[in-house]
């Protein structure tokens, strides 16, 4: 069959990698890059390090506002959809790049697969639920990364062409974790920094960085910690953070966004990472890593059920509180499969007959 893999922002180009290698061992892929992120520390870097074949069409919309970039992107995607017609689509995660890609798709009577399908926050001011909900309900084949997802979906009364098959980022950390202590040997030294003496942050969601407030709370916590703290920071909390002019103490170091490899060495290397991203999340608990989630809520509600991360939003004494709690006990089981989930994917695709 053909298959048209459609991704744009950082975290899809890390779960194409396994299912683009899954698929071309049988299936004939298209990999169109929207040109969300377009800086080569967000976008090449990791096609090079991932070694994913180069996009057959990269798209170039670049920035800007939601209606504006996911209009561009859906004028762009039909496209090369008409041009290429496939049998089926593939849509990663919840992007602007997923919204437009299932609805250029569907709208062309192009039948839809979505991996990363069911997560929910149940906040609706997020854009990422939006693009969630409308990606699944337009998917035929939905492909889950936990049972917790399933039974989103199953709410919803999406049961049709539903399967979990584990998380298609832990079949990338897998893969590299072997590589993980040499990388981190490096990353100390050129960081100055001592293993297990370190807090690793990430901060890039629109509740965190749109409001001037909640990063200046965050930034003077972190400042409190009295403990190094490494900041990959990603170009939009870059930009905001000098448009408010925000002050972070002596001892957090803010960085330019640093590979999968060397990012995944220093969370696995922190004393507790600080995020709002939904991949570090998963990682510091696949890494065994306690996790402070500066966010309200969460997509991988396991790991807080596991005692491993706790959600903190931008709020001073539970940061604070967060950091003083102990390492957790071992969580008792993996709730994201076992590490062959691009394979699965891949097998269920073998058999698929797509039809809208
Ligand atoms: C996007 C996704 C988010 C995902 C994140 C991963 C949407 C709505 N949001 O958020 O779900 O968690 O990617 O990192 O799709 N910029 C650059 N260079 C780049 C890319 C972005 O400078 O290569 C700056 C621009 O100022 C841009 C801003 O970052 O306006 C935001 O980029 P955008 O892709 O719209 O959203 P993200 O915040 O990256
Ligand atoms: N990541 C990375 N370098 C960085 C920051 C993040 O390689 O400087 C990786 C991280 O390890 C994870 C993914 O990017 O695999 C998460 O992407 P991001 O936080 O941008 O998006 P989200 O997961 O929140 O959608």
New binding site residues.
């Given amino acids: 069959m053909k298959f048209v893999s459609i991704v744009g922002?950082?975290?899809q180009f890390i779960k194409l990698a396994p299912v683009s290698r899954a698929l071309r061992r049988r299936h004939q892929e298209v990999i169109v890059h929207t040109g969300?992120?377009?800086?080569d520390r967000?976008?090449s870097a990791f096609f090079d390090e991932l070694e994913i074949p180069e996009p057959d069409y990269n798209l170039e919309i670049g920035?800007g506002p939601?209606g504006e970039?996911t209009g561009r992107m859906l004028a762009g995607i039909e496209d090369v959809l008409l041009r290429e017609r496939p049998d089926a689509v593939i849509v990663f995660g919840?992007?602007?790049?997923t919204l437009a890609g299932a609805l250029a798709a569907i709208k062309l009577h192009i039948a839809v697969a979505h991996v990363e399908a069911g997560l929910r926050s149940f906040n609706r001011t997020m854009?990422?639920e939006i693009?969630r909900i409308v990606a699944d309900q337009v998917s035929g084949r939905l492909f889950c990364p936990t049972e917790t997802a399933r039974r989103h979906l199953a709410a919803e009364g999406i049961t049709e062409g539903v399967e979990v098959v584990g998380d298609v980022m832990y079949d990338v950390l897998r893969q590299v974790r072997p590589a993980l202590p040499g990388r981190a040997e490096r990353m100390f030294k050129s960081l100055g920094i001592t293993p297990g003496e370190f807090v690793l942050v990430t901060i890039?969601r629109p509740a965190n960085t749109d409001d001037p407030e909640a990063m200046r709370r965050i930034a003077a916590t972190l400042g409190e910690l009295g403990m190094s703290v490494v900041f990959p920071v990603?170009?939009?909390t870059r930009?905001l953070t000098e448009q408010y002019g925000i002050a972070w103490g002596g001892q957090v170091r803010l960085v330019d966004p640093i590979g999968h490899q060397d990012m995944l060495a220093l969370e696995q290397a922190a004393y507790r990472v600080a995020t709002d991203?939904?991949g570090v999340q998963k990682e510091a608990f696949l890494l065994g890593v306690p996790c402070i989630t500066l966010r309200e809520e969460t997509e991988w509600p396991e790991t807080v059920e596991a005692g491993w991360n706790v959600l903190v939003g931008s709020r001073p004494d539970a940061i604070l509180a967060a950091f003083r709690r102990p390492v957790p006990p071992a969580p008792a089981r993996n709730p994201f499969g076992d590490g062959d989930a691009a394979e699965r994917i891949a097998r269920a695709l073998d058999v698929w007959s797509p039809t809208v």
């Fill in positions: 922002a950082r975290p969300q992120h377009y800086d967000m976008s920035s939601h970039q919840d992007t602007n790049s854009p990422e693009n890039h990603h170009p939009r930009k991203s939904g």
